[in-house]
């Protein structure tokens, strides 16, 4: 089914031979980060103090403009991470996303490819500075969080990373945004296995269908004296669970407040988190306890010229279970130009594992980084 996907948005690009004008777009963004950090007794014998993460990504994309004003266009994105002291989930140390789409401002756009659903790019929350996110936080490349783990050919999430709806992450999927009608525009996705090395299912999962359905809702308002945004999400992972998001973000002279909140459920219809599989492997009970949990953020920004600051709070709660994760962080970033900026955060984290001692971590860091735009 992915290489249906694939091939069919590269065949409807294809197709557009005899469009009027062809277009083409690259870009380029590298970053690298030095941090010291701290981190409970436990840890120090497995972890160094001082991390090195860095990570590249590069985009393209080239398609035509058709004599009706609509726009067709593929794109190939490519991935690639390393030095990481901290083994963790984050996308592992390279992906690539293959995709096309068609965008019409009549009809709305649809999208096929490798891509994240509608309601996680619809949705919005506390605000991000440059490269450094709240959600899906690059602290864990720093300080180790051991109910987000992905190395190897082992996998184990045990809360939500996000407050957006990730479960299927960057899976080949078919996508429809409506066109903004009274500022408000609708999306609908569907995912034929929901598998993805960057999502939350992982490889050890035994369930019997893993499609997903997504549903988004995307709204902003400019009132003037302030500028609002705000997003609703649904899915419903076959199997698996379902879940919902809400955000709400405002802007005013530099100034942004923003925040979100994710909740996942199961029902009697969905398989249950086993503490063994059918081939009597032993699994961590809960390891995809992520399934019945919730997460919230909320954060303030303020940028005025070259110079951006924000605080973030990110925190998860597994509802079967102790486990929870809480992040702090406060990030500065000062662009010299349009091509590099640096960086300067501190952040703190409270990891709560399986209810063992040496589950649990907690720390903070110190971090410096640099960020090359081309």
Not at 210 to 236: F, P
Request: proline share 3%; with cysteine.
């Amino acid at each position: 089914m992915k290489k249906s996907i694939l091939c069919t948005a590269f065949c409807v690009v294809c197709s557009a031979a005899n469009a009027s004008e062809p277009t083409y777009d690259y870009g380029a963004v590298a970053t690298g980060f030095y941090g010291y950090s701290e981190y409970a007794d436990s840890y120090r014998s497995r972890y160094k103090h001082y991390h090195t993460p860095v990570a590249a990504e590069i985009t393209t994309s080239a398609g035509y403009d058709l004599d009706n004003g609509d726009e067709l266009r593929i794109g190939l994105d490519a991935q690639i991470a390393g030095g990481k002291e901290v083994e963790d989930y984050n996308h592992g140390e390279w992906g690539e996303n293959l995709y096309a789409s068609y965008n019409s401002e009549d009809y709305g756009e649809i999208t096929l490819g490798q891509v994240y659903n509608a309601a996680y790019q619809m949705a919005v929350g506390a605000p991000s500075v440059g490269v450094w996110r709240v959600n899906n936080s690059p602290l864990t490349d720093l300080i180790a969080n051991p109910n987000w783990q992905r190395h190897s050919r082992t996998a184990s999430y045990r809360t939500l990373n996000s407050t957006y709806l990730n479960t299927d992450a960057d899976a080949p999927k078919v996508s429809y945004v409506t066109p903004v009608f009274y500022n408000t525009k609708a999306a609908f996705s569907y995912t034929p296995d929901s598998y993805s090395q960057a999502g939350l299912i992982n490889k050890h999962s035994r369930y019997d269908n893993r499609s997903s359905y997504a549903l988004g809702l995307y709204n902003d308002w400019d009132l003037n004296y302030m500028e609002i945004e705000s997003s609703l999400g649904y899915a419903y992972n076959r199997k698996n669970n379902q879940e919902a998001s809400v955000g709400l973000s405002l802007y005013r002279k530099g100034w942004t407040l923003g925040g979100s909140y994710r909740q996942s459920w199961m029902t009697s219809r969905d398989y249950a988190m086993n503490e063994r599989d059918n081939d009597f492997v032993y699994r961590p009970e809960y390891y995809d306890g992520y399934r019945e949990g919730h997460a919230f953020n909320v954060g303030l920004s303020y940028e005025i010229g070259p110079f951006k600051t924000g605080i973030a709070y990110f925190a998860a709660y597994a509802d079967k279970t102790d486990n929870e994760d809480k992040i702090f962080s406060w990030s500065n970033r000062f662009a010299f130009n349009k091509y590099a900026a640096v960086y300067l955060i501190g952040a703190l984290a409270e990891y709560k594992g399986n209810g063992r001692k040496e589950d649990n971590n907690r720390g903070g860091a110190a971090i410096v980084g640099l960020e090359l735009t081309y």
